[in-house]
């Protein structure tokens, strides 16, 4: 899986500069760097008492190449989100599929609501990287094939599994990538759990990782909070 930021215009000033405006109204771009402790501070409480809008004043976009079954789950994210997809009607789609890493948690324990997710055997994991491919060659072979016999590729594709690795660009603002991240990544700091798919776990993991390098002071708050977006 890919996950690169492409652009982006987000720092923890930007979160303070938001919350002065209703105190020191125009000139609060002033207030930036006078006191970084009391900024800091700020910052927590924003976050502590769920004053969300603040972190809006914000962008970040992100190249991400995933398997569609990644992207569905992703796309359920409306509020915040941009998204711009490659189109399977305009372009012949490339034999990019999916297959699980060994160290991929093979075996669902448990019921509805409580699972857990359990090494699987060298076995488990060769049977399931062999159908996968079985069923990925003979898929692809019938989609080359319609495209052959002249059918259009909006309906070829029709052929394809979800393991297919799709492109995207995705841009968001720290508050809706908090929500995010809430919901999709497993955290011990976590004040409510969330039971993400791993591989959309991985995604916001690296997602995550370049966030906090831009705006390390709102990326603490968010951890020493519970991991609950504002
Ligand atoms: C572990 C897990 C399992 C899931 N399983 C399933 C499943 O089995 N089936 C399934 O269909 N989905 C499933 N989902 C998707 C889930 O139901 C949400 O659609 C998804 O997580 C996006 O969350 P959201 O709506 O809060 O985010 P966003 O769409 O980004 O919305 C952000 C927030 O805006 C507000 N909001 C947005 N739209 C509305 C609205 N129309 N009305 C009122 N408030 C709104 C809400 O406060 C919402 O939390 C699962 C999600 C997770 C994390």
Not at 12 to 35: C, F, I, N, P, Y
Not at 154 to 166: D, H, I, K, M, Q
Not at 188 to 196: D, G, Q, R, T
Not at 209 to 220: G, N, Y
């Amino acid at each position: 899986m890919t996950v690169r930021l492409i652009r982006s215009s987000a720092t923890d000033a930007d979160v303070l500069w938001a919350a002065r405006v209703s105190t020191a109204g125009g000139q609060s771009l002033e207030e930036l760097t006078k006191d970084p402790e009391r900024s800091k501070g700020l910052i927590n409480y924003l976050m502590r008492d769920r004053h969300g809008s603040p972190f809006e004043h914000n962008s970040m976009t992100f190249f991400i190449s995933a398997p569609i079954f990644v992207f569905r789950e992703f796309m359920r994210h409306r509020v915040g989100w941009s998204y711009n997809e490659e189109s399977g009607r305009y372009r012949e789609l490339e034999p990019v599929f999916y297959l699980p890493a060994p160290d991929r948690k093979l075996v669902q324990q448990g019921r509805p609501g409580k699972y857990e997710f359990v090494a699987g055997t060298p076995e488990q994991h060769e049977s399931a990287v062999t159908a996968l491919k079985e069923s990925y060659a003979r898929s692809y072979a019938a989609y080359q094939d319609l495209l052959a016999a002249g059918v259009a590729r909006e309906v070829a594709r029709a052929t394809l599994p979800v393991g297919l690795y799709s492109s995207m660009y995705a841009t968001c603002n720290a508050r809706s990538l908090m929500h995010f991240l809430g919901l999709r990544t497993t955290h011990e700091l976590a004040k409510v759990p969330s039971f993400p798919q791993r591989e959309i776990e991985m995604v916001g993991e690296r997602m995550e990782a370049e966030w906090a390098k831009l705006m390390p002071l709102t990326h603490a708050a968010f951890n020493a909070n519970g991991r609950v977006a504002p």
